[in-house]
């Protein structure tokens, strides 16, 4: 089983970058999809992006489309999370996760998740 650990998070202010990593440890990514998750405080866990096993596809919340960029460099067993132009509305734990087979943009179908690493905007 692969073991996932995030880091990067920190604070930040309105309008800036942050890039968080995900380290993959057991296992090669090469067979995972890779995807993104936040959560805010009270607030269900929501989709942010994904990107298949190759690299070639990626998928996007429409809430980040634009600003966030998802990679993954399957040498290091590692993905990336660029996040430009960061609103207050982005605070929250990000999770990284992977599941075999197809890209999903659904919570409940990752099998394998990190610890989170908390993302916090100030206006």
């Known amino acids: 089983q692969v073991q996932l650990v995030e880091s990067g998070g920190g604070l930040v202010q309105a309008g800036g970058s942050l890039r968080l990593s995900c380290a993959a440890s057991?296992?090669?990514?090469?067979?995972?999809?890779m995807g993104w998750f936040r959560q805010a405080p009270g607030e269900e866990r929501e989709f942010v992006a994904t990107?298949?096993?190759?690299?070639?596809?990626?998928d996007y919340a429409d809430s980040v489309k634009g600003r966030f960029t998802i990679s993954r460099d399957n040498g290091k067993n590692t993905v990336a999370l660029q996040m430009n132009s960061l609103k207050p509305e982005d605070t929250a734990v990000y999770y990284c996760?992977?599941?075999?087979?197809?890209?999903?943009?659904?919570?409940?179908?990752?099998?394998?998740w990190g610890q989170g690493t908390q993302v916090t905007v100030s206006s």
């Open positions: 057991g296992r090669t990514l090469i067979r995972y999809v």
């Open positions: 996760a992977a599941r075999r087979m197809t890209s999903s943009r659904y919570v409940n179908e990752y099998d394998v």
């Open positions: 990107i298949s096993q190759s690299g070639g596809i990626t």
